[in-house]
């Protein structure tokens, strides 16, 4: 079984910068994509970013340039350094990953940490 731990989060002011990591441990083929979602009071969880294991990214709208996501594939993590920080992005975020079984692929969740940007 797979597992995904994440650190970081906490509360910052309006302008701050936090960074989030999770790390993937137990019995891993390989690790696919890998990313970081989120989820507001009242609202669906969303897409904030994922790096493929090429280390290909892609960003929601909007954290382009103040989000950067990374991995480091020989730990089986993934970072998410968020600059800029708006009360907006408040929400908790869950670390994801595509994990590799013997046949087919299959997705994980961390258990989320919650992030608040105060005003």
């Known amino acids: 079984q797979v597992q995904l731990v994440e650190s970081g989060g906490g509360l910052v002011q309006a302008g701050g910068t936090l960074s989030l990591s999770c790390a993937a441990s137990?019995?891993?083929?390989?690790?696919?994509?890998m990313g970081w979602y989120r989820q507001a009071p009242g609202k669906q969880r969303e897409l904030v970013a994922t790096i493929t294991s090429g280390g290909n990214t892609n960003y929601a709208d909007s954290v382009k340039g103040r989000f950067t996501i990374s991995r480091d594939n020989a730990k089986n993590t993934v970072y998410l350094q968020m600059n800029s920080l708006k009360p907006e992005d408040t929400a908790v975020y869950y670390c994801?990953?595509?994990?590799?079984?013997?046949?087919?692929?299959?997705?994980?969740w961390g258990q989320g940490t919650q992030v608040t940007v105060s005003s």
């Open positions: 994801n990953a595509r994990v590799q079984g013997s046949v087919v692929e299959y997705a994980k």
């Open positions: 137990g019995t891993i083929r390989r690790i696919n994509t």
